[in-house]
């Protein structure tokens, strides 16, 4: 499976190669694997600055937490890259939060998934209706490139 590395929707083409879900990736010696890491490939340029086009990176699986300034990977039940065919992106978080409607706790207000990249056209990824927030689910936090 690959993640992109674009927006959802109307990103320009890229060229990505799976990893067959039975191939086994050795990782860095700086790294031991642990259950709840997985590697996935990322295509595409909006992250360029940190993640290059078709890297195998590491991610950690459900991270808890705080989100904000965090790579993380990203998926949106309702809208899906034409890319990949995929509903998933790969971007740096940021949310804006507010006091909830009932008084008790907090709500996210407005969710930004930036883009880190030197390529022209690519732009970052904002939700700012309840609606569109709810469909958004955080998979993964980025934890480094491994090829």
Known sequence: MTAAAGAFSDSPVRQSS?????????????FN??????????VGESMNQRIPNGSLCLFRASPGGTREGKIVLVQHR????????????????????????????????????????????????VFESADEVGDLRV?????ATVG
């Open 18 to 30: 799976p990893i067959d879900p039975q191939t086994w990736v050795e990782l860095p010696e700086s």
């Open 33 to 42: 694997a642990r259950a709840d890491h997985f590697v996935m490939r990322v």
């Open 78 to 125: 309702d809208i899906q890259d034409p890319d990949t065919g995929s509903g998933l992106t790969v971007k740096r978080y940021h949310s804006e939060k507010a006091p909830a409607d009932d008084g008790e706790g907090w709500r996210h207000q407005r969710i930004v998934l930036a883009c880190e990249t030197t390529a022209p056209g690519y732009e970052d990824i």
């Open 139 to 143: 998979l993964a936090e980025y934890v």
